[in-house]
C-alpha cells in the first residue's frame, strides 16, 4: 500500500472542518432557539384567547339563563331578581347542576365584578343568605382594563344601573350590553337578551275569554 493511500486530514483541515461544523450548529441552533419561543408565545397567546372567550361566554350564559327570582340578602333585606351597576351584576340563574340529586334548588345567586383589572365569579352556595354568607370566587382573566354594563328597560332606553326607582324586585332587564376593555386584545361589545317573564294570555280566535293560567 502506498504512503498516499495511508494519508489521512492534515491538523488543519481538521480545524477547518470543526469550524464550518461549529457555525453550522451554531445556526441550526439559533434557528431552533427562535421557533421554540415563537411556539411558546404563541401558546401562551392562545391560552389567553381561550381564558377570555370561556369567561365571557360564562357571563353570557349566567345572564341568559337569570330569572325573576328576589332573595334575601344578608340582614334579611330583599334584593331584586338582577342587581346591576357599570362594573358589577348580581342575578339569579337557573340551571344550577345538581348530578347526585340532592335536596336544593336548582337556582343559583351569581355575581360577576371587576376587581382592580381582574375579572371575577362568585357563585353563593344557598339563595336567601344568613349574616356569614359569602360568596365562592374565582378569577376568571387579567388585564381588563375596564368593564362597562347596561341594562335595557321594558320602555327601550339603556340605564347604567338596574332595577329602576320604583321598578319591581322581579322585573329583569330586556338585555344587557356588556362592553370589555382588555389591555393586550382590544374591546369586545356583546349585547345580550335575558328571557321575558310569560306574556299575559291573549284572548282565542272566537273573541271569549282567554283560558285560565295552569
Known amino acids: 500500500m502506498s504512503r498516499r493511500a495511508l494519508r489521512g486530514f492534515t491538523l488543519v483541515e481538521l480545524l477547518v472542518a470543526l469550524a464550518v461544523f461549529a457555525a453550522v450548529a451554531a445556526i441550526a441552533y439559533g434557528a431552533l432557539d427562535r421557533i421554540a419561543q415563537v411556539r411558546g408565545t404563541l401558546a401562551a397567546e392562545q391560552d389567553r384567547f381561550t381564558d377570555v372567550v370561556r369567561g365571557v361566554s360564562d357571563l353570557a350564559r349566567d345572564l341568559r339563563q337569570a330569572i325573576a ?8 333585606e330583599l334584593r331584586p331578581a338582577l342587581v ?3 362594573e358589577h351584576v348580581e342575578l339569579t ?3 344550577f347542576a345538581n348530578p347526585l340529586a340532592e335536596t336544593r334548588s336548582n337556582l343559583e345567586r351569581v355575581v360577576w ?3 382592580g383589572e381582574t375579572l371575577q365569579q362568585g357563585r353563593y352556595a344557598v339563595l336567601d ?6 360568596p365562592a370566587t374565582r378569577d376568571r382573566f387579567d388585564r381588563v382594563r375596564s368593564l ?3 341594562y335595557l328597560g321594558g320602555d327601550g332606553a339603556w340605564r347604567e344601573a338596574w332595577p329602576p326607582d320604583g321598578a319591581d324586585p322581579a322585573t329583569l332587564p330586556r338585555a344587557v350590553e356588556l362592553r370589555l376593555t382588555l389591555t393586550d386584545l382590544g374591546e369586545l361589545r356583546r349585547i345580550l337578551a335575558l328571557p321575558s317573564t310569560l306574556p299575559p294570555l291573549a284572548p282565542d280566535a272566537t273573541g271569549g275569554p282567554a283560558p285560565e293560567q295552569p
Open 69 to 76: 327570582r328576589p332573595v334575601r340578602g344578608t340582614y334579611g
Open 84 to 86: 346591576g351597576t357599570p
Open 93 to 95: 340563574r337557573l340551571g
Open 113 to 115: 365584578a371587576l376587581d
Open 129 to 134: 343568605r344568613a349574616p356569614s354568607t359569602v
Open 148 to 150: 362597562r354594563l347596561r
